[in-house]
């Protein structure tokens, strides 16, 4: 009964822009993280990077410096702004949240995923 919806994903030029966003609706008593994942052609899915409910942030070492996880929790809305993006940025990226539900069940939830292709 979760889910999330990504939006903003697209093709941009090495060095340029892009800001992704997650929505999550459903029967959420509490996020407790959202996170974003990337998978790659023939590659394992990674950790992007997430953000706890206290607001703490993890990065992968590849986008330190480079993009921003951030949360509105007033609409339940995750947000990762990319910047001076790199040909290897290149994949689809998955929206997840850790969800306990008003039923009291926790779990993980995906998005649908958008794709991200970094391309001149």
């Known amino acids: 009964q979760v889910q999330l919806v990504e939006s903003g994903g697209g093709l941009v030029q090495p060095g340029g822009s892009l800001r992704l966003s997650c929505a999550a609706s459903?029967?959420?008593?509490?996020?407790?993280?959202m996170g974003w994942y990337r998978q790659a052609p023939g590659k394992q899915r990674e950790l992007v990077a997430n953000?706890?409910?206290?607001?703490?942030?993890v990065y992968a070492d590849s986008v330190k410096g480079r993009f921003t996880i951030s949360r509105d929790n007033a609409k339940n809305t995750l947000y990762l702004q990319m910047n001076s993006l790199k040909p290897e940025d290149t994949a689809v990226y998955y929206c997840?949240?850790?969800?306990?539900?008003?039923?009291?069940?926790?779990?993980?939830?995906w998005g649908q995923g958008t794709q991200v292709t970094v391309s001149s």
């Open positions: 459903g029967s959420i008593f509490r996020i407790n993280v």
């Open positions: 997840n949240a850790v969800v306990t539900t008003y039923e009291r069940r926790t779990f993980g939830s």
């Open positions: 953000i706890i409910s206290v607001g703490g942030t």
